[in-house]
């Protein structure tokens, strides 16, 4: 957004002795930071009103003419072709170090002294548009004859191009719809800088010269779209260019000229913040009507755009037709052209929240829908439409208004009363601020302030309401923002510094992180919360209890995520294409659905994935296996957990290679590998093994809670460390022999490894390197083979110790139902 300094003095009487740059400082500092400082004057250096005294045809060029001009100190000669030339000509002259665009196009270039066909040229006699003037005539000369001043002033101050623009930064106005014209930040400067705020002085309704006619009609259909629509049936009206000033305010901030009405409802837009239209009388059917659009409704805007409408979108229309986007953009249907004799003055207001989806939608943003997003006050609509008004009757003085103002409203003003707690005010800004001063703060901003006891009673302005101050400590940023950050010394915390308790839930996570990436190779994944209803069926998992997303934004995520399972899958079908062998893992939530709430059932899951080619010669099931009891085992769960075969396993899961983990009687988590449906569901070839945790559970059975807060981190920190122990080599040599036993299917890994390790004190190492199941024993029988290696430390081993060790393993196996093969 653009500022006029001298737009702002119209309201606020600011010293010459602040600076441009000051000012800047000021406002970045209190209300909106300043981008940009443009001074005006700038653009004109080493340029000045030259008169031309004599004019001679160039020797050397038909097209060009040697010109003696009058710069005031000098008489210069300068080569120019403008056909208008003529003597006592009173033209701008750009001097030998000054930027011009040549023939207002292109990058600007800087002047110097040169000979043209054989002729000395000491600088150059401009069309405006090279100097960023008014256009000139075709292959022309601006003509500043009428301007009666003395050769050699400099351009700027001939034609009064003496303002200063300040360029803010929008992000800095998004909740402050009350800065979004000059009026707003005058206000704000006015207490800034201490100094009195000339109030708007508007036209008396009762005083407008107004003549009979036939009423405008104004019919809106939804007041909660449209609380407010002021229109206003002016006759009488000429079409012309706008006066020097009005066309010259609107260029100074970058808003183009069109014509004197366009122009006014522009005007008021900058200087207020209320964005106006005008529509032609005569091309509107009967009256206006403030709907929502027709779906496919089309309409032609002023850009030349062919526009497709939808039912949510707000229109003005008359009774045939879309006349405007309501808030965005008037229509061609509709526009103020030359022979335009009656208009209709429109200043309203509209839902915020429908501007700004009608906008996205459209992708069409304009300088009234960057006022109307922010939430315009509804009251403000009556001020702009009589300064609209009184602009229209000094430009265009025999207009007449037709019968009234018509002002159709339906909304309630919010009437905010907040209590601020003086004490906490100071405390809170750190500063000891005086009431006096804290009311004078408050009342300058317009704010109406009762002192209550120790506190102070504020009324907030219409203007504020609007979503901008809410609740007290809206009250004390204003106090501290207008008394100066700047102004505030830093002081150290009154309270001694500690260091913040760190979350052992964080550390937790990081630490399972390090264990399953850096010491048990696995690489992390992240997915999506969601998954698709064929993602759930390919995996076997129960629909019903599924949430189900309203608002998805795509097929592939229309459930929330009961399991890690389906979304894992798919990365290990897309990984498959590049490589046959690896590790992932997952930290996520999931999410059930429960009947005794709305909200549903979170639990926060780990799910590690062994993949394996499907030649793979081990047992995927046990490998995965062993990575779980690392893992548990670094999270020092060593002797306290079991394996158990659940009665009902669940669907997804291969029946046979099914186990819960439990802790102390509690399900922790599971191994499993997935049932061969899913993964032919998924079209997955290759061995996969699964463990998954409920994280929340793991951290609970750790028993932080006995621990104090200072000691959490240092245990947590101490779960990934292996203790190291060292022992010498054996000096005396081992023997092994290998056991092959036929069992049945459902007796688990660790029950035979324990029956074969309590067979004697010599056995050092027992290694399960072979696994059968075929035609040559029974279905519900497997085969096993181990090898175990015995050693003593104090002594060579004989025939009778292995002897010995053998019956004992044997014996051992059968009293689980174990036959030893070849005995």
Known sequence: MYLSLNWLKNFISIPSTISPQELGSLLTLHTAEVEKIIIEAEKFQNMVIGEVVELKKHPNADKLFVCKVNIGKEINQIVCGGINLREKMLVPVALPGAYIRWHGEGDLIKLEKVKLRGEESNGMICAGEEIGIEKAPANGITDLSHLKVKPGTPLAEALNFNDVIFEIDNKSLTNRPDLWGHYGIARELSVILNLPLKKLSLIDEKTLPTKKGKKLKIEIKDFKLCPRYIGTLITNIEIKKSPVWLKKRLESINIRSINNIVDITNYVMAELGQPMHAFDKNLIEEGIIVRTAKNEEKITTLDGENRILTEEMLVIADHKKPIAIAGIMGAENSEIKNETKEIILESAN???????KTSSRLNLRTESLQRYEKGIDPDLTKTAALRAIELILEVCPESEIVNSIEDIKNYEPKDIEISLNLERCNSKIGKNISEKQIEKILTGLEFKVKKEEKNFKVSVPEFRAQGDVKIEDDLIEEIARMYGYDNLEPTLPPLPIKLPIKNTERLLKHEARNILSHGLNFTETYNYSFYSEKDLVNCLLPKEKHIKVKNYLSMDQTHMRLSLLPNILKA?????KNNNEFNIFEFGRIYEKTEKSFWPLEKKMILACMVRPENYQQEVFLDIK????????????????????PKNPENFVHPGKYVNILIEGKNIGKIYIPHPQVLKNFDIQAQIGIFELNFALVRNELGLEIL???????FIASLGQKEIKYKPLPKFPGISFDVSVTIDKEKLYKDIYAQIEKSSELIKQIELFDIYTGDKISSNKKNLAFRILLQNLEKTLTDEDMQKAQKEVFANL????????GL
Do not use: H
């Open 814 to 821: 059968q009293k689980i139902g174990g036959e030893i093969r």
């Open 572 to 576: 290990i079908q897309t990984n498959l």
């Open 626 to 645: 062993g990575i779980l009891e690392t893992f548990l085992e670094r999270f020092k769960f060593s002797g306290r957990y079991k394996l158990e075969k």
């Open 708 to 714: 104090d807060k200072e000691q959490r981190p240092n």
């Open 350 to 356: 509209f839902n915020a929240i429908n501007v700004r």
